[in-house]
């Protein structure tokens, strides 16, 4: 079992950054894949970035591509997400997630991760 909590969150205007953080712990040792989401009001939960285990495979989505950059810690437990040049389209609730089953592939699918943190609001204002 994970367990993960989110910090880092708050506002900010646009063109400027933010780094979230994500900090996992776990009753028995396993590797896991560490990804980031985000969820706008009214809308589903997107995929924004994600690295296995060993941190040498990572993937970004599109829209954030060239801004934001994800990172995992020495110790394997926790990751960044660190977003610069923010855009108002940014605004949501960010989400760190864990998938045990395939730590060695930096999964896109929301369906794919097994463990969620409680989320940090980021909000970008224009």
């Known amino acids: 079992q994970v367990q993960l909590v989110e910090s880092g969150g708050g506002s900010v205007q646009a063109g400027g950054s933010l780094r979230l953080s994500c900090a996992a712990s776990?009753?028995?040792?396993?590797?896991?894949?560490m990804g980031w989401f985000r969820q706008a009001p009214g809308k589903e939960r997107e995929f924004v970035a994600a690295?296995?285990?060993?941190?040498?495979?990572?993937i970004h989505s599109i829209s954030v591509k060239d801004r934001f950059f994800i990172s995992r810690g020495n110790a394997k437990n926790t990751s960044d997400l660190q977003m610069n040049s923010l855009k108002s389209e940014d605004t949501a609730v960010y989400y760190c997630?864990?998938?045990?089953?395939?730590?060695?592939?930096?999964?896109?699918?929301?369906?794919?991760?097994?463990?969620w943190g409680q989320g940090t609001q980021v909000t970008v204002s224009s």
């Open positions: 776990l009753r028995t040792w396993e590797p896991f894949t």
């Open positions: 997630a864990a998938d045990v089953n395939r730590p060695w592939v930096a999964e896109v699918a929301v369906e794919a991760y097994d463990y």
């Open positions: 690295i296995d285990w060993t941190g040498s495979s990572r």
